[in-house]
C-alpha cells in the first residue's frame, strides 16, 4: 500500500509564506502526476497545482505567481512553496499522487491532509 506523507502545514500571517512538503513511501514501480488539492471549509475539494514526472506544471488561476511546485523524483518527494498567502488560501491541503503500482496496474493515492491557516 502506498502511502503519502505530509507535513509544513500550520498558522501564517496574510502575505507570509509556508512550504508543504509530501513523501510516498512503500514499493511501487514509479509515479506520474504529483499534486496537491485544498478543501475549504463548507467548500469542495479543488486542485491546487500538478506537476508530471517529466516536470511540466499547471496551477489554478487563483494561485498562479504565488504558489510553485517541484518534485525530487530521486526521493519521490513533492514540495509546494505558498508565498503572498491570502486569508481565502486557507483549507487543508491534500497531496495527491497517480502510482504506477505494479506493472499493470495504476492507482490514485492521497494524503491525510495538513491544514494551513492564513490569519492575522
Known amino acids: 500500500q502506498v502511502q503519502l506523507v505530509e507535513s509544513g502545514g500550520g498558522l501564517v500571517q496574510p502575505g507570509g509564506s509556508l512550504r508543504l512538503s509530501c513523501a510516498a513511501s512503500?514499493?511501487?514501480?514509479?509515479?506520474?502526476?504529483m499534486g496537491w488539492y485544498r478543501q475549504a471549509p463548507g467548500k469542495q475539494r479543488e486542485l491546487v497545482t500538478i506537476i508530471t514526472n517529466g516536470g511540466t506544471t499547471n496551477y489554478a488561476d487563483s494561485v498562479k505567481g504565488r504558489f510553485t511546485i517541484s518534485r525530487d523524483n530521486a526521493k519521490n518527494v513533492v514540495y509546494l512553496q505558498m508565498n503572498s498567502l491570502k486569508r481565502e488560501d486557507t483549507a487543508v491541503y491534500y497531496c495527491?499522487?497517480?502510482?504506477?503500482?505494479?506493472?499493470?496496474?495504476?492507482?490514485?493515492?492521497w494524503g491525510q491532509g495538513t491544514l494551513v491557516t492564513v490569519s492575522s
Open positions: 512503500q514499493t511501487f514501480v514509479s509515479i506520474n502526476d
Open positions: 495527491y499522487a497517480q502510482v504506477k503500482v505494479t506493472a499493470f496496474m495504476i492507482s490514485d493515492y
